[in-house]
């Protein structure tokens, strides 16, 4: 039996693979494979958990997988089905800075997506101008303050992060780091919301399912411990405190986690 890329599936490469094409900003590699006909599935969901392009100099992920009987043909059952010695199974992979793996880690891609926020102003302090009237309780105006989401995805993960559940609500306890944006947000400045988790089924058994996990970070300069001082002139964030019986203590709304779990 021959075994090429160090695959457990039986199959070996064909001349003239692999071929390859790279750019200023991409690569991708072809490489064609034959095998069994009987064991052409094993080894495309077996080449499906690769996320590295094999022999390559850079981690390369496999974009399709395709699958054609090899030319020479026995014959035809009584069902008229054909009989195939061979399969070639072909391999696409491909690398794109967009979403770097330099590392040898999962694929990730990285976002900022515009959010806003309604705060009341302390409507005590207005009144019309032309009227020189008071404003009332129900006129009072509001603020929109624009701010951002940190949207981070994360694909082709072996199992889903058991942060991805138990950090919703969280505030990060340390700086974030958002490499591809070049970006760090301080601690307790990023809300953890609930995620978007979602599986693509590949070619073959549970083995060659892969999760995607879409992270949504709001994010607040203020801090999200902080809140929103609407009497004070200009209003600002402050750090509320409660009584508990022995004294004053911070009021902490969102508790801080470590999000490097994610």
Known sequence: MTYAYGLTTECYELDGSPVEEATDTSFRATVKLRCPWSVRRTLAAELSDYTTYQGGVVAARVKSISILPFTHVQGADGSLAADYEDAIVTVQYVFDKDTPSEDGGD???????????????????????????????????????????????????????????????????????????????????????????????????????????????????????KFWVAHDNPPVWDTLQVHTGAGYVDYVQYPPADFSGI
């Not at 705060?119 to 302090?125: D, G, S, V």
């Not at 101008?129 to 603020?143: D, I, L, R």
């Not at 609930?194 to 070619?203: A, D, G, H």
């Open 107 to 225: 694929l990730f891609s990285e976002s900022l997506e515009p959010t806003a926020q309604n705060l009341t102003m302390q409507w005590q302090r207005f009144r019309w101008k032309t009227s020189q009237k008071n404003v009332e309780e129900g006129e009072k105006p509001s603020k929109i303050l624009r701010g951002l989401d940190y949207v981070l995805t994360k694909y082709n993960l072996a199992s889903i992060p058991a942060a991805a559940l138990t950090l919703v609500g969280c505030c990060n306890s340390a700086a974030v780091t958002a490499s591809t944006l070049g970006l760090t947000f301080a601690a307790q400045t990023l809300l953890f919301n609930p995620p978007t988790i979602q599986r693509k089924v590949s070619l073959g058994s549970s083995p060659s399912l892969k999760w995607t996990a879409t992270y949504r970070l709001t994010y607040n300069a203020g801090g999200w411990n």
